[in-house]
């Protein structure tokens, strides 16, 4: 999972607060009273979720399992949309505890928040930092659908670290002096009859110093039901006989899988589903 996620895990390093100022690293490992103190259902402290739940960064909830012979834990999930990055589950609870499995010898559980796109990359073959591509796969967790009438829509974002090489001054150079942070933009769309969804990328500042990323496969999760039991096909709007493998799973998931897709600053895709 580690190197799957490293290059996300190196973006929260590099994340400014305004252009022009110092760079401010925030907290990297957030335990829930960071941002959900106000909750009304947020557990009392005291309680095992105030020690075992970290936020690694705004996007990715960790939920650790310390005591020995389990087979699951009590996670406190805020009061979001919450999807299982293990099996890509939505979770059936917000603002309050569900019991996850969490067995010592499993993969540790983690939780994707509503509105973010996590990053991740393949780890066959990759063995030291160096090895990883710059070619990601978006997982892609929506909030709520909001509109009216005939247009309804959902926005999610993640940002990556744009660098051709992550070597320690070629990132200095590009990420320390300049910047290299890439927002990718993921918006499902249903338009007057018509299933939508739009990818785009932005540079977080002017004079960034942006080298183009790679998508080719795109996991949706958190699609209303009733516009994923209309789709049958997919294509990538501008592209002729471009090649697209479509598979929506029993939960209602989408997936995509294309050849890599160039983003750099102000990419857009605009996928029609029919």
């Not at 490992?29 to 959900?36: E, I």
């Not at 959902?154 to 001054?169: H, R, V, W």
């Not at 320390?176 to 249903?190: E, F, G, H, R, S």
Request: aromatic share 14%; with cysteine; hydrophobic share 35%.
């Amino acid at each position: 999972m580690r190197y799957s996620i490293l290059k996300y895990y190196y973006t929260l390093f590099f994340t400014k607060q305004t252009q022009g100022e110092e760079r401010k690293i925030g907290a990297l490992f957030r335990p829930l009273f960071y941002d959900y103190y106000d909750e009304d259902t947020l557990p009392p402290y005291g309680h095992d979720a105030h020690e075992t739940q970290v936020f690694l960064g705004e996007a990715i909830m960790i939920a650790t399992v310390v005591n020995p012979n389990v087979s699951s834990i009590d996670v406190y999930f805020p009061n979001r949309r919450w999807y299982d990055l293990r099996s890509y589950e939505e979770i059936p609870m917000r603002g309050g505890i569900i019991n996850v499995s969490g067995a010592l010898t499993e993969l540790i559980p983690y939780f994707l928040k509503g509105e973010n796109v996590l990053l991740k990359q393949s780890v066959e073959g990759v063995m030291r930092t160096e090895d990883l591509s710059n070619t990601f796969t978006a997982i892609v967790g929506f909030g709520d659908f909001n509109g009216a009438g005939e247009f309804y829509q959902s926005y999610a974002e993640g940002k990556i670290l744009a660098a051709a090489s992550y070597d320690e001054q070629y990132v200095y150079d590009h990420c320390t002096k300049q910047n290299c942070i890439l927002t990718i933009a993921v918006i499902y769309q249903k338009n007057f009859g018509k299933n939508i969804l739009i990818l785009k990328a932005n540079e977080d500042f002017d004079n960034s110093s942006i080298d183009p990323i790679q998508i080719n496969e795109v996991l949706l999760m958190g699609v209303s039901k009733q516009y994923v039991e209309e789709i049958k096909s997919v294509r990538l709007e501008g592209y002729n006989n471009f090649d697209i493998n479509l598979e929506i799973s029993a939960n209602g998931n989408i997936n995509l899988k294309f050849p890599a897709l160039e983003f750099e600053n102000q990419s857009t895709y605009k996928f029609m589903f029919s």
